[in-house]
């Protein structure tokens, strides 16, 4: 049985990109696949007064359940309602349930007919032409039904669960007036120098700070910008946009883990980025950084603890706190739906 978005509190993405690009802002896309970690975006994201996106990869889908993790974004909604409704907040926060890199019209149609506001479809990988073709398919399928539509121009590299790539290609600004005007697409993410997963830039293309830290490439904001010229006023995406945050990585680290040289994108080039026309701003590998860091370091305080909720609690409460800050300092999408609380 089918069912819509409208019905169970969700909201597409079309007025919070407005917002988001009035307000010189990005909305944060966070992925999920467990209770922890959806409770820890809701809550961040309801008492910082911010949009969210949650989305769910194929990945996610085949590790959780597809019809699970729908029901637990509706009971996301609700939690976050009664949030409000406690604090008698006078404005509700929009949340959309968003598909993450979408390959086929098959899968984009399922997740809609499943109650999804919002779908990427990644054509990618695809030669030019077909990107187009498929793009604009699913758009056709999901425009009367009020679903927005994601799509992708040029190639991160990195890997992140299904998706993967050897090489990036970066997005090339003449292509997009073309692929935005025939796909009809309602937001587009480029590429620009992020990329998926822990280890987004080798050693040699970067260099060491005092620590030893590897400081990696800056982002294209030559490309970013003539992007923007191309297509004003138009909402851009990133994906690929975790920043390795380098305390957790030295907790994995002195707690028996081993993430060698991981590094990811300066918050400080990812706050530029969501001044400008970048509207969704989406952040995994973060998240499974601090949670993987604050489980590593209770195994180890407290060996003997057995209970889960002893270690994913923790985890879940760094989660929070992780969110809130970065909805804070770096997508700058904190308090535009009423006072924090
Ligand atoms: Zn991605």
């Not at 409208?6 to 944060?28: E, S």
């Not at 890199?101 to 990988?125: P, Q, Y």
């Amino acid at each position: 049985m089918s069912v819509s978005y409208k019905n169970i509190g969700l909201a597409n993405t079309n007025d919070m990109f407005r917002r988001a690009f009035a307000g010189r802002y990005a909305v944060p896309a966070y992925n999920f696949n467990n209770m922890e970690q959806l409770q820890a975006i809701i809550t961040a994201c309801a008492e910082s007064r911010s949009p969210v996106i949650l989305q769910i990869s194929s990945g996610a889908r085949k590790y959780a359940n597809q019809t699970l993790l729908r029901y637990m974004a509706e009971g996301a909604v609700r939690m976050a309602r009664e949030m409000e409704k406690a604090k008698g907040a006078d404005q509700a926060i929009p949340i959309t349930l968003h598909l993450d890199h979408g390959d086929t019209f098959e899968l984009a149609k399922s997740c809609i007919e499943n109650g999804f506001s919002s779908v990427m479809i990644d054509g990618s990988h695809l030669p030019y032409e077909e990107n187009i073709a498929l793009t604009r398919q699913v758009v056709e399928y999901a425009r009367p039904l009020g679903v927005s539509v994601e799509g992708e121009l040029g190639r991160l590299a990195g890997i992140e669960d299904d998706v993967k790539a050897e090489q990036s290609s970066y997005t090339q600004p003449e292509q997009v007036v073309d692929f935005v005007r025939r796909s009809t697409v309602d937001s587009l993410a480029i590429s620009i120098g992020t990329s998926h997963g822990a280890y987004k830039f080798k050693p040699e293309q970067c260099t060491r700070d005092a620590r030893g830290i590897l400081v990696p490439p800056p982002l294209r904001f030559d490309i970013l910008a003539e992007v923007e010229k191309q297509i004003p006023g138009f909402p851009i995406v990133l994906h690929g946009a975790s920043s390795v945050i380098q305390d957790a990585v030295a907790t994995i680290n002195k707690y028996g883990g081993k993430m060698k040289d991981a590094i990811g994108v300066p918050e400080d080039q990812l706050r530029q980025a969501a001044r400008s026309a970048v509207c969704k701003i989406n952040i995994d590998t973060d998240g499974r950084m601090v949670m993987t860091a604050t489980i590593r370091q209770v195994f180890a305080e407290q060996p003997g603890e057995f209970d889960p909720r002893k270690y994913l609690g923790p985890a879940r409460t760094a989660l929070i706190e992780m969110y809130k800050r970065k909805n804070r300092e770096v997508l700058g999408s904190a308090g535009r739906y009423g006072q924090e609380f």
